[in-house]
Nanobody
Framework: QVQLVESGGGLVQAGGPLRLSCAAA????????MGWFRRAPGKEREFVGA????????YYASAVKGRFTISRDNAKNTVYLQMNSLKPADSAVYYC??????????????WGQGTQVTVSS
């Protein structure tokens, strides 16, 4: 069993940065490929990116590639999503997830509760 808790969401101006954290309790996150998703109002959940168990490899959706960076600190049982050059279209609830495989990221066994990100124009 793994409990995932996201934090770091909030209101930010377009062009600004924001860093989300996903802290895990229970089983160590080093056992999982970790991913980030988002859901905007009225839209389906969207894959953002994922990071391998070791942290050596990452994979991003085209909409965020070059602006977002996923990292992890397995010693702290935490995964991060650094978001730069934010756009209003990035506004959504962001979720972290524990799964398997990097490309494609799949078999999600655990989800966090989500954290709201709002980007003002």
């Amino acid at each position: 069993q793994v409990q995932l808790v996201e934090s770091g969401g909030g209101l930010v101006q377009a062009g600004g940065p924001l860093r989300l954290s996903c802290a895990a309790a229970g089983r160590t996150v080093s056992s999982y490929t970790m991913g980030w998703f988002r859901r905007a109002p009225g839209k389906e959940r969207e894959f953002v990116g994922a990071i391998s168990r070791s942290g050596d490899d990452t994979y991003y959706a085209s909409a965020v590639k070059g602006r977002f960076t996923i990292s992890r600190d397995n010693a702290k049982n935490t995964v991060y999503l650094q978001m730069n050059s934010l756009k209003p279209a990035d506004s959504a609830v962001y979720y972290c997830a524990a799964g398997s495989n990097l490309v494609p990221f799949k078999d999600v066994g655990y989800w966090g509760q989500g954290t709201q990100v709002t980007v003002s124009s």
